[in-house]
Nanobody
Framework: QLQLVESGGGLVQAGDSLRLSCAASGRTFSSYAMGWFRQAPGKEREGVSCLGSSDNSTYYADSVKGRFTISSDNAKNTVYLQMNSLKPEDTAVYYC?????????????????WGQGTQVTVSS
């Protein structure tokens, strides 16, 4: 069983930066593709960034490209999402998961692991 715990969210002003962490335990995550998702109130959950499992390829939604960077530290069993130049529209609960999708998702796929989420609020 893999457990994922996100941290690093908070309340910031537009233009600020945050780094989210997703710490894995129970087993190593290196065999999984890892994704960061977000869900704003009243909106579908959407994938914003992915890190491939085999070649560490990175993928980003157009809305965050150039501002967000996904990375991992296998020694710490942790995946990160560096978020720069934050905008009010980035406000959401951010989740990490063993799932790689860019764009809206309509349902949680079975046999994937998800964290509990961390709130990011960006004020204008």
């Amino acid at each position: 069983q893999l457990q994922l715990v996100e941290s690093g969210g908070g309340l910031v002003q537009a233009g600020d930066s945050l780094r989210l962490s997703c710490a894995a335990s129970g087993r190593t995550f290196s065999s999984y593709a890892m994704g960061w998702f977000r869900q704003a109130p009243g909106k579908e959950r959407e994938g914003v960034s992915c890190l491939g499992s085999s070649d560490n390829s990175t993928y980003y939604a157009d809305s965050v490209k150039g501002r967000f960077t996904i990375s991992s530290d296998n020694a710490k069993n942790t995946v990160y999402l560096q978020m720069n130049s934050l905008k009010p529209e980035d406000t959401a609960v951010y989740y990490c998961a063993t799932h790689c999708v860019i764009g809206p998702i309509h349902a949680i796929v079975s046999n994937t692991y998800w964290g509990q989420g961390t709130q990011v609020t960006v004020s204008s």
